[in-house]
């Protein structure tokens, strides 16, 4: 229950809240999820905060993504970049728990040192792979969460628009119109009718100077 608290506070929450144009919060999510698969931990969220802008992506969507690669999930998430650049740069790959281990040095580095120390500290025989993984990983995530994500908020934008027109039906709606019946709208040019001018029965009117 604490890690979907945790889940729904850092990640759903945001997402469902953001405000924008579809196509903002689609770019937010694309550029989210590249920076989350990408070995920037240290510097994803000054790298959103310094992109969205140009790109007008949503910043909330994406540092809600970001939020993915947290320390529950970063060392897996770098294996995987690594496993991969092996696979592609046809190299042995060493094993998960060999490389565990390095990569936790790496985060403690992170506290320490800067950004670019802490990556040299990997060596290039691990920083290669992970650098050739992690690129691939990200630019092929990216593309389904800015799909996913567009089509998603274009659905809840055709949502809300069908509700405020269905509130100005039954705002605009006649007091004793039965429930479902539409306000009636003036045909243009139709004629309209006006009150009857009744004949005045005030004697005064009549009587002669």
Known sequence: MKLWAAVRRNLVDPILRA???PTSLARGAA??????????????????????LPLRANLPVALALIWLSN????IPLYYAYYWVGTLLLALPARSYRELAQTFASLFRSLEKGGFLESLRSL?????????VGSLVIATVCT???YRITLWLALRRQARVIR?????????????????????PVPTPGAAVDEPAVQPSTDSREHAPP
């Open 19 to 21: 405000q924008g144009t």
């Open 31 to 52: 550029l989210g999820t590249w920076l989350t698969f990408t070995p920037t931990v240290g510097i994803q969220m000054f790298l959103a905060a310094l992109v969205a």
């Open 71 to 74: 320390p529950l999930t970063i």
């Open 123 to 131: 060596g290039s025989e691990v920083l290669w792979p992970v650098i």
């Open 143 to 145: 593309f389904p969460a």
């Open 163 to 183: 509700e405020a027109a269905a509130a100005l039906s039954v705002e605009a709606r006649p007091v004793n119109a039965a429930p479902g019946t539409a306000a």
